[in-house]
């Protein structure tokens, strides 16, 4: 059974910094893209950031030169390096991938999220 676990959310002042990770077990062959999602109270839940398995990256323009996405393909594992963070960054991060896991075939799985606060 192939498990996506995030850690590394928290409570944060605004403009500071914080790094999310979300490791990949299980019988694990091969993963595609990685992604973070999030979801804030009240709204749908939005792409964050995506890394293909060449290491091609895309970001929500509300991010974009603040976070950085980066995987470790040897650790299964994918990075969200969050940086000059706002209030409105505020929500459950969730951490998605597309794998290949015997005996089944691709598919995407979710993780169950992190929360991230920013307040001050």
């Known amino acids: 059974q192939v498990q996506l676990v995030e850690s590394g959310g928290a409570l944060v002042q605004p403009g500071g910094s914080l790094r999310l990770s979300c490791a990949a077990s299980g019988s694990i062959i091969s993963i595609n893209a990685m992604a973070w999602y999030r979801q804030a109270p009240g709204k749908e839940r939005e792409l964050v950031a995506r890394?293909?398995?060449?290491?091609?990256?895309n970001y929500a323009d509300s991010v974009k030169g603040r976070f950085t996405i980066s995987r470790d393909n040897a650790k299964n594992t994918v990075y969200l390096q969050m940086n000059s963070l706002k209030p409105e960054d505020t929500a459950v991060y969730y951490c998605?991938?597309?794998?290949?896991?015997?005996?089944?075939?691709?598919?995407?799985?979710w993780g169950r999220g992190t929360q991230v606060t920013v307040s001050s």
């Open positions: 998605r991938a597309g794998i290949l896991a015997s005996p089944y075939p691709w598919r995407d799985y």
């Open positions: 890394i293909t398995s060449g290491g091609s990256t």
